[in-house]
């Protein structure tokens, strides 16, 4: 199978939520790199900014929703795609050169692959964000990525694990751990550029503690905390 054939159409999908101040250089990395065949689609949870009208300029195909929660928004988009390759890009996410390309260069030279991620840079100088993009790095190595590291898969594949998570929140780690079910992720090693806000908002030592609560919670009680850990995530709003 050649990596450009039909087979290896990519639908990029990108959940948002009034993201205009981040989404146009998100969009302008993303199609850039798309080939025909290709879909970007934004699955908007009722922005009320110039999220959508940014999406239309870019020419990617809409999905609105009247539900939030990221995880909730990519399965929507899901519906609305039949490409066999998925890539998740958040909304505050750049995409290096070359990404799409790596990314069906890899799966074509990994048949067995069911998926990974390209890896993460913080938009930040921050020397404890550069020790965080290190212990990503490795645990992405070892087959467990997040969101922030541009998660792709073989949609046929994830189905034989139930697809993709449609749930609020930690659809990232839920989609780790389905993929290690499947087989090897692949760690492509061609870092997004993402924001780094949260961090700052935040800061670096309570953001590191929050999630790392938040993953617990999710991995001791499972589905049945997501809207709990969705309203501590991201306030009861």
């Avoid at 080939?35 to 949870?45: K, M, T």
């Avoid at 890009?89 to 799966?107: C, F, K, N, T, Y």
Wanted: glycine share 10%.
């Amino acid at each position: 199978m050649n990596p450009l054939d039909g087979e290896m159409r990519i639908a990029v999908i990108i959940p948002t939520l009034n993201e205009e101040a981040a989404l146009g250089k998100t969009l302008e990395s993303v199609v850039l790199q798309t080939e025909g065949g290709d879909r970007v689609i934004v699955a908007d949870g009722g922005s009320v900014d110039h999220t959508l009208d940014l999406a239309n300029r870019h020419g990617a195909t809409v999905v609105p929703l009247s539900c939030r929660g990221r995880g909730t928004q990519i399965a929507a988009a899901l519906r609305d795609s039949h490409a066999r390759v998925i890539l998740i890009v958040h909304a505050d996410m750049i995409l290096p050169a070359g990404a799409l390309s790596a990314i069906r260069q890899g799966l074509f030279e990994r048949p067995d692959c069911p998926g990974g991620c390209l890896g993460h840079r913080f938009d930040s100088s921050n020397r404890l964000l550069r020790i965080t993009e290190w212990w990503d790095e490795r645990r992405a190595r070892r087959g467990t990525s997040y969101g922030d590291q541009a998660q792709f898969f073989r949609r046929e594949v994830l189905d034989r694990q139930g697809g993709f998570p449609d749930q609020p929140i930690m659809e990232d780690i839920e989609l780790s751990s389905r993929l290690r079910r499947l087989g090897t992720p692949v760690y492509l090693d061609r870092p997004a550029l993402v924001s780094a806000r949260r961090y700052v908002r935040l800061g670096w030592f309570r953001t590191i503690l929050a999630n790392f609560a938040l993953r617990l919670i999710y991995q001791l009680c499972g589905l049945r905390a997501c809207e709990s850990i969705y309203r501590r995530y991201y306030g009861r709003s």
